[in-house]
């Protein structure tokens, strides 16, 4: 069901979209940020896990185990970051399908302020010229 606003809701309306897609941008800019450091942290484990992994055959058995421990450790966290990079991803999704629905809604509404600018006109002209005259 189409909904029918005045022209000044309609108006409040395109200012209240605005003002949330601004706000939403701004979540997805620090989201973006937030990927590309976890990203950077993650690149950084991975070097250090492959570095560590050449190990110097004259290590004893038990600098091997806490090598293997300290694999391990770094594995763990990089799987972490990298489950955190997928919901900050899910998230970013999420804020630009908001933002496609929030430009759609805007557009919409200035179609409507157009056409309801242009019915008055038409009515004005109807009124005070006694005939229907199309403004272009």
Same mark, same amino acid.
Request: hydrophobic content about 35%; proline content about 0%; some cysteine.
């Given at each position: ?6 022209f ?18 701004g979540q ?6 937030t ?26 058995? =038990?600098? #091997? ?8 450790? %770094?594995?763990?966290? $990089? @799987? +972490?970051?990298?489950?955190k ?7 970013v ?7 496609? =629905?929030? #430009? ?8 409507? %302020?157009?056409?309801? $600018? @242009? +019915?008055?006109?038409l009515l004005?002209?109807?009124l ?6 199309i403004?272009?």
């Open positions: 069901m189409l909904k029918l606003y005045s000044h809701q309609a108006g409040f309306l395109i200012q209240k979209a605005v003002i949330e897609c601004e706000k939403l941008e997805l800019e620090e989201s973006n940020m990927i590309l450091k976890l990203f950077d942290i993650n690149k950084k484990l991975m070097k250090r896990v492959r570095n560590s992994s050449f190990f110097d055959v004259n290590f004893s058995f =038990k600098s #091997d185990e806490d090598g293997s421990a300290s694999r391990r450790r %770094i594995s763990v966290q $990089t @799987r +972490r970051i990298s489950e990079i997928a919901r900050l991803q899910l998230v999704q999420k804020l630009q399908f908001v933002l496609l =629905k929030l #430009d759609d809604e805007k557009e919409v509404g200035v179609k409507f %302020i157009m056409s309801e $600018t @242009r +019915r008055r006109i004005e002209d109807y005070y010229n006694g005939r229907k005259t403004h272009r």
